[in-house]
């Protein structure tokens, strides 16, 4: 079974500073997709970013990039110029899939602050 | 275009009760899944269903089932409610396009006393 670590339960950060958030997932499979999410207290689960891992290039979406070490089983998250609306609960997530379902399973989450 | 909406926002239920929960996934999305979410826990996946099928069931006894509507929409059913099931439950929707993508709604807090 997959399993997803996220072995930071909390982080604060600066505002306008660089944090890295980190995950690793355990698997047998070749061919998958990660994913962070971020729950911030309104409770919903928004996308932030998403890695192919058949893609070697790392995601990048604005002040969100990932390091994706396929090898490693590791799937970080780097937040720059962190701003006050990233404070959030941070979920690292792969997708499975399991005799035609597409689940997604989740770490235990980060909870990261921003102070200014 | 509006997002994956869910209903009610919150729900106060007693041991023993039933609960339905609503949701209505992302216009053109076909795949919908329900995850729970404890408090302090990283979501846990309960169905998901695609084109009115069930494609997928995570480990949760038989007293909480789904179905999935012509339209799309899905309920998630809980029975004979105990304290544990409450949590925080959350629908996600998935498109032809970037299906390995889920796009998530509010959730639905339900509270077991």
């Known amino acids: 079974a997959q399993t997803v670590t996220q072995s930071q339960p909390e982080m604060s950060v600066q505002e306008a500073e660089t944090v890295t958030l980190s995950c690793t997932y355990d698997t047998s499979e070749s061919d998958y997709y990660l994913f962070w999410y971020k729950q911030p207290p309104s409770r919903q689960m928004i996308l932030v970013i998403r890695?192919?891992?058949?893609?070697?290039q790392n995601a990048t979406e604005n002040r969100f990039s990932v390091n994706f070490q396929k090898a490693a089983k590791s799937f970080s998250l780097k937040i720059s110029d962190s701003q006050l609306g990233d404070a959030a609960m941070y979920f690292c997530a792969y997708r499975a899939t399991q005799g035609g379902s597409e689940k997604l399973v989740f770490g235990k989450g980060m909870k990261l602050t921003v102070n200014p | 275009d509006a997002g994956v909406t869910q209903s009610p926002t919150h729900l106060i239920k007693t041991r023993g009760q039933h609960v339905t929960l609503r949701c209505s996934p992302i216009?053109?999305?076909?795949?919908v899944s329900w995850y729970q979410q404890v408090l302090g826990q990283g979501p846990q996946f309960i169905f998901q269903?695609?084109?009115?099928?069930?494609?997928g069931r995570g480990n949760f006894p038989d007293r909480f089932s789904a179905r999935q509507f012509p339209n799309y929409s899905s309920e998630l059913n809980v029975n004979a409610l105990l304290l544990g099931d409450s949590a925080l439950y959350l629908c996600?929707?998935?498109?032809?396009?970037?299906?390995?993508?889920?796009?998530f709604g509010p959730g639905t807090r339900l509270l077991v006393l």
């Open positions: 996600a929707s998935s498109g032809w396009t970037e299906q390995e993508t889920q796009y």
């Open positions: 890695q192919e891992a058949y893609k070697q």
């Open positions: 269903y695609y084109e009115k099928e069930e494609r």
């Open positions: 216009s053109g999305h076909k795949s």
